[in-house]
């Protein structure tokens, strides 16, 4: 039988959004092989980690993608990434945490991309003066990481009921970056 990564990978993230000090025994264990299996594929769990931040920001791109940037306002915009996004939340929410993922010269550049894309969003709702211009594109964008991170741990713990997961996080982060004098 071949080794279905995606599987690995999706049981991981699934485990490790819920626990993340989650054990290779308990990753294996999750996706159904073992420890062995696990090992062959992902050599430890950095390794595992880093194919989960690769998953992760496939899935971002995907939602970027999907959620047409560059269309309409850019409120509309924003809502449309966050429920693109959402299910791909909890493994954001997990890789937020991995403090390795986001230093020195070793950070994929994927990151990267992303943050250019959501930023240029936030600038142009400023320059259409949609969004406040005291709150820094960068500011909007690390404030958008973080309420997607705190919804799906909020989600994940039943403190917060799915279907509103979208409307909670643009409703305060659109809340407090909209515009009120224009």
């Known amino acids: 039988m071949a080794l279905d990564r995606d599987h690995v990978l999706r049981s991981a993230a699934a485990l490790l959004t819920r626990k993340s000090t989650a054990t290779m025994d308990e990753v294996a ?3 159904g092989i073992s420890r062995a299996t696990l090992h062959r594929r992902f050599a430890g769990r950095d390794a595992l980690v880093r194919a989960l931040e690769a998953l992760g920001i496939a899935e971002c791109e995907a939602a970027l993608d999907a959620a047409r940037l560059d269309e309409g306002p850019a409120g509309a915009a924003v809502h449309r990434l966050v429920a693109a996004i959402e299910p791909a939340a909890g493994l954001l929410a ?22 250019e894309r959501l930023t240029a969003l936030f600038r142009r709702g400023q320059e259409a003066g949609e969004f406040r211009i005291d709150l820094t594109p960068v500011w909007l964008t690390e404030a958008l990481y973080a309420l997607l991170a705190s919804g799906a741990w909020a989600v994940s713990e039943g403190r917060v009921a799915a279907k509103d997961f979208t409307y909670m996080i643009t409703e305060l982060l659109l809340g407090g970056a909209r515009r009120t004098d224009a």
């Open 29 to 31: 264990k999750a996706a």
């Open 94 to 115: 997990f890789l937020y945490t991995e403090n390795q993922l986001f230093e020195g010269e070793q950070q994929n550049q994927g990151w990267a991309r992303i943050d």
